[in-house]
């Protein structure tokens, strides 16, 4: 028998919290992109060496996504939206050191991801149309969809949730479920299939969350045009 | 082995095979879709390629929905104690 999926192995106590393998993989992830950041940007030049050079085409590239997504200013957004893809990225990739699995394999990991991305929604939506605004876009076409917007609100955060969870949970099951059946260097090619789709589901996290956050926060489509052509 | 265990592994096997149709055929209109469209105009290849791959991802994500079901009826059954 296959061990579940969905139940989590506990490393270590710390009092009486109970601290799994996904908190401590979540945890190294976090501290080595802390540490990348810090490092990469302690000297900033000018003129730019390779390293910043790399660094700065990342963000670039996000910055490049953003505009082309949400058809605004890209400035409030990069640090939240850049932070998601990262996380989520190199949570996907953490499989390729032996041993550890991706934390995103559990739906907690999900779900704290999908929490942010629904408080990010109201935050957003709040500050650019203020609190009465932002109420107005759930009557927006007529009061009659305000059930349908309140529902929608909920489930397409959940979607969003359960998608990145059985996309790479499925994943980390049909190498474990190969593994058993066959040799070692067969789940290899299914390996390689599940980088791929790590990097496609994070950057699908990061569009949906992106347009979510543009059509509570973007504002009108026409003073979105105004604000392009001004510069 | 009861009733309920019984009807849980017919259930998830059910759930995974018929909600696995509706996805197949969706990515194969896509597919189809898209070697049309790059046999037309095979400049754009690159731009069609990263959509269908996008496309493809979110279509997918029905027959994962599927697989969840199936996994939480196997394993996380709320009337297996």
Redesign the interface.
Same mark, same amino acid.
């Given at each position: 028998m296959i061990e579940s999926p969905l139940v989590m192995k506990t490393l270590f106590m710390v009092g009486p919290v109970p601290v799994t393998e996904p908190v401590v993989v979540t945890w190294g992830i976090m501290a080595a992109l802390a540490l990348g950041g810090f490092f990469a940007t302690r000297s900033l030049a000018l003129s730019p060496t390779r390293y910043q050079a790399v660094i700065e085409l990342v963000v670039g590239a996000i910055e490049d996504q953003i505009q082309g997504t949400m058809h605004v200013a890209p400035k409030p957004y990069v640090a939240m939206i850049g932070t998601l893809f990262l996380f989520i990225l190199a949570a996907n990739w953490s499989s390729l050191i032996p041993g550890i699995e991706p934390p995103t394999a559990h739906i907690e990991t999900d779900a704290a991801l999908g929490l942010v991305v629904f408080c990010s929604i109201i935050y957003f939506g709040i500050r650019v149309r203020g609190i009465g605004g932002y109420l107005r876009t759930f009557a927006e076409p007529s009061i009659v969809m305000l059930p349908i917007n309140l529902v929608e609100t909920f489930t397409r955060t959940f979607s969003l949730v359960v998608r990145l969870f059985g996309n790479v949970m499925s994943g980390v099951f049909i190498i474990a479920i190969i593994l058993s059946l066959a040799g070692l260097f067969v789940p290899i090619p299914l390996m390689a299939l599940e980088l791929l789709i790590g990097a496609i589901q994070a950057y699908i996290f990061t569009v949906l969350a992106m347009v979510f956050i543009g059509s509570a926060a973007a504002g009108e489509r026409t003073s979105g045009r105004k604000q392009r052509e001004q510069p | 082995m009861n009733w309920i265990e019984i009807v849980s592994i017919f259930a998830a096997t059910v759930a995974v095979s018929f909600g696995a149709v509706g996805p197949a055929l969706g990515e194969g209109r896509a597919v189809a879709a898209a070697m049309d469209a790059i046999a037309r105009q095979p400049e754009a290849a690159g731009t069609i390629s990263r959509t269908l $791959? *996008?496309g493809l %991802?979110?279509i997918?994500?029905m027959a994962?929905?599927c +697989? *969840?079901v199936a !996994? +939480?009826v !196997? $394993? %996380?059954n709320p009337f297996v104690r």
């Amino acid at each position: 028998m296959i061990e579940s999926p969905l139940v989590m192995k506990t490393l270590f106590m710390v009092g009486p919290v109970p601290v799994t393998e996904p908190v401590v993989v979540t945890w190294g992830i976090m501290a080595a992109l802390a540490l990348g950041g810090f490092f990469a940007t302690r000297s900033l030049a000018l003129s730019p060496t390779r390293y910043q050079a790399v660094i700065e085409l990342v963000v670039g590239a996000i910055e490049d996504q953003i505009q082309g997504t949400m058809h605004v200013a890209p400035k409030p957004y990069v640090a939240m939206i850049g932070t998601l893809f990262l996380f989520i990225l190199a949570a996907n990739w953490s499989s390729l050191i032996p041993g550890i699995e991706p934390p995103t394999a559990h739906i907690e990991t999900d779900a704290a991801l999908g929490l942010v991305v629904f408080c990010s929604i109201i935050y957003f939506g709040i500050r650019v149309r203020g609190i009465g605004g932002y109420l107005r876009t759930f009557a927006e076409p007529s009061i009659v969809m305000l059930p349908i917007n309140l529902v929608e609100t909920f489930t397409r955060t959940f979607s969003l949730v359960v998608r990145l969870f059985g996309n790479v949970m499925s994943g980390v099951f049909i190498i474990a479920i190969i593994l058993s059946l066959a040799g070692l260097f067969v789940p290899i090619p299914l390996m390689a299939l599940e980088l791929l789709i790590g990097a496609i589901q994070a950057y699908i996290f990061t569009v949906l969350a992106m347009v979510f956050i543009g059509s509570a926060a973007a504002g009108e489509r026409t003073s979105g045009r105004k604000q392009r052509e001004q510069p | 082995m009861n009733w309920i265990e019984i009807v849980s592994i017919f259930a998830a096997t059910v759930a995974v095979s018929f909600g696995a149709v509706g996805p197949a055929l969706g990515e194969g209109r896509a597919v189809a879709a898209a070697m049309d469209a790059i046999a037309r105009q095979p400049e754009a290849a690159g731009t069609i390629s990263r959509t269908l $791959f *996008v496309g493809l %991802a979110m279509i997918e994500t029905m027959a994962i929905y599927c +697989l *969840v079901v199936a !996994l +939480l009826v !196997l $394993f %996380a059954n709320p009337f297996v104690r």
